[in-house]
């Protein structure tokens, strides 16, 4: 089974940048370009949102309005990870942030990445919090 593991969170003062990491372990037969893969966010008491995604194999990405222009997802296919590059933080960007992944083709991601029940692998999830 795919597992994920996320990492790079922490706390930012508002307007400062993250890294996250969403990496699939390389001694895994599993090969991440393979499958679309997902940025999720949860703040305290709400639901889980998508914050951004992207093809399998070269394939596009997609982000939500409240992040475009501020966020960039991309690939490192020789580590098998996903990133997510987070800049010009908001205290709103507060959260826990889970990466997914599934196995789809042909995607049509703005429908995809809005809600959780498409993806079926997840990570644990790493914290965000900005805050001065």
């Known amino acids: 089974q795919l597992q994920l593991v996320e990492s790079g969170g922490g706390l930012v003062q508002p307007g400062g940048s993250l890294r996250l990491s969403c990496v699939a372990p390389?001694?895994?037969?599993?090969?991440?370009?393979?499958?679309?893969v997902g940025w999720f966010r949860q703040a305290p008491g709400k639901g889980r949102e998508g914050v951004s995604c992207?093809?399998?194999?070269?394939?596009?990405?997609y982000y939500v309005d409240f992040v475009k222009g501020r966020f960039t997802i991309s690939r490192d296919n020789a580590k098998n990870t996903v990133f997510l590059q987070m800049n010009s933080l908001k205290p709103e960007d507060t959260g826990t942030y889970y990466c997914a992944a599934e196995l789809l083709r042909s995607p049509h991601l703005p429908s995809l990445c809005v809600s959780p029940t498409g993806f079926g692998y997840w990570g644990q999830g790493t914290q965000v919090t900005v805050s001065s």
């Open positions: 390389m001694d895994s037969r599993y090969t991440l370009d393979d499958y679309v």
């Open positions: 992207v093809s399998a194999r070269g394939g596009g990405a």
